[in-house]
């Protein structure tokens, strides 16, 4: 009966978006179901395929670069918060390609370049590699957004 309760309202909630299945266990520990019924909606919500970690973790990576303009390191962190398994998120974000990373990088130095001070051209670039890093960016990508024609240099 509590089981067919629970999995109506996280079933509900997996309609209206993706989640992952950490995200569905907490909020069953947040509402005091024992463990025993926990396993049994967790089995129906994943046999459903009304939670899927790897749909999840597609979504999650295309809504922080498209979005959040987030780099992997910073994605890849919050990924390990929600306990999605890590051969997902490298296996997804290994598909991102470079290019989507570039592109949703080199606007956002464009704009902190106008604010970062620094006595000179070195100490302001150092200082932009260290905020883009701070995003979750690679100094790879960094380094090609940098270095490339498109980017103003002082």
């Known amino acids: 009966m509590i089981e067919d309760i629970v999995f109506q309202r996280l079933s509900a909630l997996c309609a209206r978006g993706e989640h992952c ?9 947040r509402w005091e179901v024992d463990e025993e019924t926990q396993a049994a909606v967790m089995e129906r919500l994943i046999k459903g395929r009304y939670i899927d ?3 999840y973790t ?3 990576v295309h809504d922080k670069i498209a979005y959040n303009q987030w780099g992997r390191r910073k994605i890849e962190q919050a990924l390990w918060l929600k ?12 598909d991102v390609d470079d290019e989507d ?6 606007p956002l130095l464009r704009q902190k370049e106008k604010s970062v ?6 100490e302001r670039r150092m200082k932009l ?8 960016f690679t100094f790879d990508i960094i380094r090609q957004c940098m270095d490339t024609d498109g980017f103003e240099n002082d």
């Open 21 to 29: 299945q950490h995200d569905m266990t907490e909020k069953m520990k």
């Open 53 to 55: 970690d790897e749909r």
């Open 58 to 60: 597609r979504a999650f």
């Open 83 to 94: 306990h999605v398994d890590g051969d997902i998120v490298k296996a997804v974000l290994d």
């Open 101 to 106: 990373y570039i592109n949703a990088l080199r």
């Open 117 to 122: 001070k620094g006595r000179s051209d070195y």
């Open 129 to 136: 590699m260290q905020w883009a890093a701070g995003r979750g």
